[in-house]
């Protein structure tokens, strides 16, 4: 049994649906389970609409959910008969009335909570698995639906469920199972879910289906999990920023978990921590190459220096300076503590004599965090910071990549610096803007020049 998780790129239309479903066709004797995410584009479109609606923008949003209704149930008129298409559009289309009626509710409230905002963004998942189910039985493949709120148990922390994994375990085993023992292929949208108790609609956070994919790879012990996406697998840096990035063939699952945590979007972070749980390898495949060899992330990948490059901007420094305290016992705990509290989780640290330093991503409960810091320290915080990446399994091997990359690094002002106590991870914060600069000099030193690793 596989899972294949196809991205937003992969079913962005009628063509694309359709070169998922030979995709399917040619794993059959594998068993597939497809996660599917939204049509590409969606759920930036869906978040829109709610944010639009809470402020009273009620035309413009609703003119939004008839372009997206209009792109739906044009892709479904593409794939199917008419009679078939009708029934589908009908479906699909009672899901944009209630997104409608949604707007309409926002717009009254005005206020915008995180709850509404799962309810609105899942809905991009909910069609597109929709379409694609009857896509596929339009082709011949024994599709059959499975709404992922069934299957996908969270906790009730909106916008960033955190997954059950025994309550996700039962359900699969129970939901998914006999369906491909009877032969069929389960098809369920990925991204979200529901609290576990109430049953309400969670999401696991932007980029999330791939962690669903994981999710339910592990739950059924799957053989394999494929990523199917819109690059040729996991590269030496993202090719959007980095001209001649490279195909990696095998990486390991620590370095592919480093990559996708400091900005590596081709997987969301969690993907991998499911699949290693159950030693379940990940392929990263493109689906408009689909005899291409990809990526396959496993435990045993080859010992390199450097593997990739990887960065994000939109980067927070925080920084706690408290020359009494710092070396006192259960300092850091307590610091650490704050962070926990405020359910803000900390990519780089680095700490001095006087101060600790560190990068936050999601600066939701900014304020309140540094209200509690104050306590321990002077806090500074430092807006559009980026971090760049340098991850490879044996980059402490031999030292000499340290120097090369701050080398290469050159004159770009580096803000912060760690190698990860694993050391396979070396980490330089630096201005936002300078991320993909900085991406390219570094790719530029380890991949392309003369005497590139
Ligand atoms: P999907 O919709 O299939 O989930 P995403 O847009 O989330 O696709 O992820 C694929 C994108 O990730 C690629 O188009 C690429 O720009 C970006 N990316 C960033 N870093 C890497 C990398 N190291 N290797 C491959 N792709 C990367
Ligand atoms: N559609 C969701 C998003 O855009 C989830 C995903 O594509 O993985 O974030
Ligand atoms: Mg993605």
Not at 11 to 16: F, M
Not at 164 to 170: F, H, K, L, S
Request: with cysteine; hydrophobic share 45%; charged share 20%.
């Amino acid at each position: 049994m596989i899972v294949c998780k196809f991205g937003g790129t992969s079913v962005g239309d009628a063509e694309s649906i359709a070169r998922t479903a030979t995709i399917i066709a040619s794993r059959r004797d594998r068993q597939p389970v497809v996660v599917v995410s939204a049509l590409g584009g969606t759920t930036n479109q869906l978040l829109q609409v709610a944010e639009q609606s809470a402020k009273g923008q009620l035309i413009g949003a609703l003119r939004a959910v008839e372009g997206l209704r209009d792109r739906h149930l044009t892709q479904a008129r593409l794939l199917l008969d008419p009679a078939e298409a009708d029934e589908v559009s009908a479906e699909l289309s009672a899901m944009f009335d209630e997104l409608a009626a949604l707007a309409e509710a926002l717009k009254t409230l005005g206020d915008l909570t995180p709850r509404s905002l799962d309810t609105i963004a899942a809905l991009g998942e909910q069609l597109s698995s929709v379409l694609v189910v009857a896509a596929f039985r339009k082709l011949g493949l024994p599709a059959e639906h499975v709404d992922a709120r069934e299957v996908m148990i969270t906790d009730g922390n909106f916008t960033r469920a955190e997954p059950q994994a025994e309550a996700i375990a039962e359900a699969a085993q129970r939901v998914v199972m006999p369906l491909i023992r009877a032969g069929r292929i389960p098809v369920m949208g990925g991204f979200f879910g529901a609290a576990q108790g109430t049953g309400i609609t969670t999401t696991l956070g932007r980029g999330g289906s791939d962690y669903s994919a994981s999710l339910v790879g592990a739950a059924l012990q799957a053989d394999a999990i494929e990523i199917w996406t819109d690059v040729d697998g996991m590269l030496t840096a993202d090719p959007r920023v980095v001209e001649g990035a490279r195909l990696i063939e095998r990486i390991g699952f620590e370095e592919a978990s480093e990559l996708a945590s400091f900005g590596a979007k081709v997987l969301h972070p969690n993907t991998i921590a499911p699949a290693v749980m159950r030693g379940i390898p990940v392929w990263v495949l493109n689906s408009r190459k689909p005899d291409g060899t990809g990526t396959l992330i496993t435990f045993d990948a080859p010992r390199r220096s450097v593997t990739a490059i990887a960065g994000k901007s939109g980067v927070t420094l925080v920084k706690v300076r408290s020359p009494r305290m710092l070396l006192t016992e259960g300092f850091m705990r307590m610091l650490f503590d704050v962070f926990g509290r405020h359910h803000t989780s900390v990519d780089v640290v680095a700490t001095s004599e006087v101060s600790v330093s560190v990068t936050i991503d999601d600066v939701a409960s900014l304020e309140a965090l540094v209200v509690d810091l104050r306590d321990l320290g002077d806090v500074t915080i430092e807006r559009n910071r980026g971090i760049v990446s340098v991850v490879g399994s044996g980059l402490s091997d031999g030292g000499s990549a340290m120097a090369r990359a701050l080398g290469a690094i050159g004159d770009i002002r580096v803000h912060m610096l760690s190698l990860s106590a694993s050391g396979i991870n070396l980490t330089i914060v630096v201005d936002g803007e300078q991320v993909s600069p900085a991406m390219r000099r570094l790719h530029d030193e380890f991949f392309t020049s003369a005497t590139a690793a």
